[in-house]
């Protein structure tokens, strides 16, 4: 298989118990491969159960490897404790496309989802849905 430079950038940020992932696409099966990698470390810190929020900027579509890639690392998550996601997709021109490559990982995993045009909503839902320890 022919390998390629890693396409696409994120940033991973933990707080109040929340995965928070800011994200640039298109990505291929090289960038999910290094997201992956650190996902994994950033997911060592939180206690079940957690939230995540990811902010996609532009056309963060995925190739057929990348949405794979995604299904694997996902599907991790959900068993280390992932309880729900919010979506935020900014300045997209294929946001419907990219919605339907998001929900078919999330539904086929049956990861509770929900789409949000701004950060402030999809906070708020995320913490009514998985409210912070106490």
């Not at 991973?12 to 291929?28: H, M, Q, R, S, Y």
């Not at 890639?69 to 068993?79: A, C, F, L, Q, V």
């Not at 729900?84 to 490559?101: P, T």
Request: no cysteine.
């Amino acid at each position: 298989m022919l390998r390629f430079a890693p396409h696409g950038e994120y940033r991973i940020v933990i707080e109040d118990n929340t995965l928070w992932v800011e994200a640039k696409g298109p990505f291929n099966i090289e960038i999910v491969t290094n997201y992956a990698a650190d996902m994994e470390q950033a997911v060592k810190q939180m206690v079940a159960p957690w939230r995540q929020l990811i902010v996609l900027h532009q056309n963060g579509l995925f190739t057929p490897e990348a949405i794979k890639g995604m299904h694997s690392t996902i599907s991790h998550r959900k068993e280390l404790g992932l309880a729900a996601s919010a979506i935020v997709i900014i300045d997209a021109s294929a946001k419907f496309a990219i919605e339907m490559q998001v929900s078919g990982v999330y539904d086929q995993l049956q990861v509770r989802h929900q789409y949000f045009d701004t950060e402030q909503l999809a906070r708020q839902w995320l913490f009514e849905v998985v409210p912070p320890a106490s």
